[in-house]
């Protein structure tokens, strides 16, 4: 696991903490519970974690950014590493700053003189120990990470008994760990660095992961039935689901495999009920004859695909942005689908409202590509206003239409034709995946397959020219056009910043719709300005081929496929290489 040596971005009001240790050893409970206390703190959080595909054992690591302003990506070097031990130590070590602060306990490892940092030995094990509860280093540890830096040290007592306070005896061990990682930071540390990040206003901030906030989505949109089966990383969206959506009147079912599920959620969607299911790719090359049979028959159905590495089994722990090949083309036919892209929390929730709204609007099968780093992402978001997501349903026959003159598939100037449901008497049709007439009998002729074919594609035309799933930044007219999707806009937008504070040229494109293209929208950034970089973290550059071949224009492509997210820095010197710039970044 690299990062690579990069340039540290801490600043005071702004701190990158990265907890490390083996799985199981309590080191991923810490940084969470760290997450949780600076968010409950009024600070603005930002979380990224790695963890083994090994269901037991492995290297394990929680990254929290914590700032008093709004964060977008992980940050760059880490100011502080928490070492729980000798291989956190060897695999984290370089990418800390180099002003970095070294927490470690000496009865696991000592670092090597060649560590010229900021070095704080903290007996966890011991403290633990002292306190009757050895188990609990994670929580002295977490005492004295916060003591330290400040982040969320008024919560801590709150965030431990929310998450250890199931049984009383164990919760009173827990905090005797607590206030002995509080007691030693404050008694036997001597602080020697500046860093140091408390809140300094008071907010009311959400606080929650991507995969949670496309639950919260989801039943905004009125969902009504989901059916799934589980796959890292969309597990939790099931779970979550299973939850609450039996609960609220709706329809849950665990299938036996994800053929079944897309089968059951188009077969809800048919008689009524707005459905969802959520997978990751091995999923989607299994649902892919079924997507298409959705947009033949016109039904309305939206597929989460939290990506992860591939192909095959791939990474299943790791994040990668290669599924956008097979949610634009996957399937044979011609078969008409809109894919979104979240890049944030926030985004999570905004494109799973209109996933559903758009899958009603245009009957037709919506993806939404989240991955793994945005599934379990921990960031603070602003209250949501839920008035401000109007909700749609699908076109239904007027009540006074005659029954004889109903066409299911009716080929109308938008292409979208009313959907009767099973019971409207007289309103019967067959939803067939055969080409089929307006009436929906079967139909095999050039002249139906193309009016058909025609009109299932004309629906998306005014996406095409829509301005609703694109947010750019920075300058109107650039040099430099950064064009990006996904969770790569985050960092995408924190190098565009430090590009413009270095009086650079740049712009930026975030592309939340990927079909249909919003042609106009890219083709005037593109118009404004002279260099095009298209940053994506997969092999084959599939976001750039899309629009080079969607639109004839050229564009530099940037890709990585570490099975880690972009930095801004990465971002921010393939803009520099692109302008000719050739100064080094300087920490």
Not at 250 to 256: C, F, I, T
Not at 286 to 292: N, Y
Not at 497 to 521: F, T, W, Y
Request: aromatic share 8%; with cysteine.
């Amino acid at each position: 696991m690299e990062f690579g040596m990069q340039r540290s971005n801490s600043v005071k009001g702004d701190l990158i903490i990265r907890v490390a240790g083996e799985s199981g050893d309590g080191s991923n409970a810490t940084g969470e519970m760290l997450a949780q206390a600076a968010a409950r703190s009024g600070l603005y959080v930002f979380t990224f974690r790695t963890t083994p595909a090994e269901i037991k054992g492995g290297p394990v690591m929680v990254q929290v950014r914590a700032s008093n302003s709004p964060v977008r990506s992980m940050g760059d070097a880490v100011d502080v590493l928490f070492a729980f031990n000798q291989e956190a130590w060897d695999l984290h070590h370089q990418d800390m700053a180099p002003n970095a602060v070294l927490l470690y306990d000496p009865d696991e490892f000592t670092p090597p003189d060649s560590f010229t940092g900021i070095r704080y030995p903290i007996p966890i094990n011991a403290l633990a120990t002292q306190a009757g509860n050895k188990r609990g280093k994670n929580v002295a540890a977490l005492g004295a990470v916060a003591t330290l830096f400040g982040i969320g040290a008024a919560r801590l007592e709150d965030i431990v008994r929310a998450k250890l306070g199931k049984k009383a005896d164990l919760l009173e061990l827990n905090l005797k760990a607590l206030q002995a990682g509080i007691d030693y930071a404050k008694q036997e540390i001597k602080k020697s660095d500046s860093f140091w990040v408390e809140s300094q206003a008071e907010r009311e901030l959400l606080v929650m992961t991507g995969n949670q906030a496309i639950v919260a989505g989801a039943l905004h949109a009125g969902i009504g039935f989901f059916a799934g089966y589980p796959i890292t990383p969309a597990s939790d969206i099931m779970e979550g689901l299973a939850a609450t959506l039996p609960k609220l009147g709706g329809g849950y079912m665990q299938a036996e495999d994800e053929i079944a599920s897309i089968m059951a959620c188009i077969g809800a969607s048919y008689g009524g009920k707005k459905a969802m299911t959520s997978t990751a790719g091995p999923g989607i090359s299994l649902m892919s004859e079924a997507i298409g049979y959705a947009s033949m028959a016109e039904i309305p159905v939206v597929i989460v695909d939290a990506q992860r590495g591939g192909p095959s089994t791939g990474l299943p722990t790791k994040m990668e942005q290669s599924d956008l090949n097979i949610a634009v083309y996957g399937g044979h036919g011609d078969s008409p689908r809109i894919v979104l892209a979240p890049a944030s929390v926030a985004e999570c929730f905004h494109l799973t409202v209109w996933a559903f709204n758009l899958a009603e609007q245009y009957q037709t099968p919506v993806f939404l590509l989240s991955d793994y780093s945005l599934s379990f992402r921990t960031e603070t978001i602003e209250k949501i206003d839920y008035a401000s997501y109007p909700i749609i349903d699908r076109l239904k026959p007027p009540a006074d239409l005659p029954a004889d003159q109903y066409k299911r598939f009716e080929l109308t100037e938008s292409g979208i034709s009313p959907m009767a449901l099973p019971g409207m008497a007289g309103f019967n049709y067959t939803a067939s995946g055969l080409e089929h007439n307006e009436h929906g009998d079967p139909a095999y002729t050039p002249k139906a397959h193309t009016a058909m074919t025609e009109k299932r594609w004309r629906k998306f035309e005014p996406l095409k020219a829509s301005r609703d799933y694109v947010r750019r930044f920075g300058s109107e007219q650039a040099k430099v056009g950064v064009l990006c999707w996904g969770t790569t806009a985050g960092p995408a937008r924190g190098a565009v910043q430090m590009a413009i504070d270095e009086g650079l040229s740049v712009a930026l494109l975030q592309v939340q719709m990927l079909s249909p293209l919003p042609e106009v929208a890219i083709q005037e950034f593109i118009d404004s300005v002279e260099h095009v970089i298209v940053p994506e973290v997969n092999y084959s550059g599939q976001f750039a081929k899309l629009v080079q071949g969607t639109l004839g224009v050229k564009v530099h492509s940037f890709t990585q496929y570490t099975g880690l997210p972009f930095t801004q820095t990465d971002i921010l010197r393939k803009i520099q290489e692109v302008l000719g710039v050739s100064e080094a970044i300087t920490a």
